[in-house]
C-alpha cells in the first residue's frame, strides 16, 4: 500500500503539493517512485524560471524509465533540491521529506482548486 499524506494536495500526473503561504512545495508521489523504481538522475527546473500549470517542469530518470514531471500550479521557481544532484534516491526513501524537488511561488491560487485531496487520489491510483 502507498503512502498518501492526507494534508498535500495531488496533480493526476503524480506531483504532490505542500502549501505555506505562496510557496508550494513540489515533489512525486509514493505511487509514481515506486512505479518508476530505483531513481538515478534528477533534473531539477531552473531557479527563477516561470512556469504555467501543467507546463514540464523536471526530468526523473530510474534504472527502468525516464519520466516528465509537470508543473502542477503556475508560478517562479523560488528553490531547488540541491541534494537531488548527489543522492537523486531520496525520492525513493523520502518522497515527501528530504525527496521534494523544488519549490515555487504560486501565481494564481484559485489553481490549487484543480488538484485532488489525498482520498480523491487514492481512487486515482487504486
Known amino acids: ?3 498518501i499524506p492526507e494534508e498535500l ?3 493526476d500526473s503524480h506531483e504532490w503539493v505542500a502549501l505555506d503561504d505562496d510557496i508550494a512545495t513540489i515533489g512525486i508521489s509514493d505511487h509514481a517512485q515506486a512505479e518508476l523504481t530505483d531513481i ?3 533534473e531539477v527546473p531552473e531557479l527563477g524560471a516561470t512556469f504555467q500549470a501543467g507546463d514540464q517542469i523536471a526530468v526523473v530518470e530510474s534504472v527502468k524509465a525516464a519520466g516528465d514531471i509537470y508543473a502542477p500550479v503556475s508560478g517562479t521557481v523560488v528553490e531547488v533540491n540541491g541534494d537531488l544532484e548527489s543522492d537523486p534516491g531520496l ?3 523520502e518522497p515527501y521529506e528530504a525527496g521534494w ?4 511561488r504560486i501565481s ?3 489553481e490549487l482548486e484543480n488538484l485532488m ?8 491510483v487504486g
Open 101 to 104: 524537488i523544488y519549490k515555487v
Open 9 to 11: 494536495k495531488y496533480a
Open 40 to 42: 538515478v538522475f534528477v
Open 117 to 124: 485531496n489525498a482520498e480523491a487520489y487514492q481512487g486515482h
Open 1 to 3: 500500500m502507498v503512502n
Open 91 to 93: 525520492i525513493n526513501t
Open 108 to 110: 494564481d491560487a484559485a
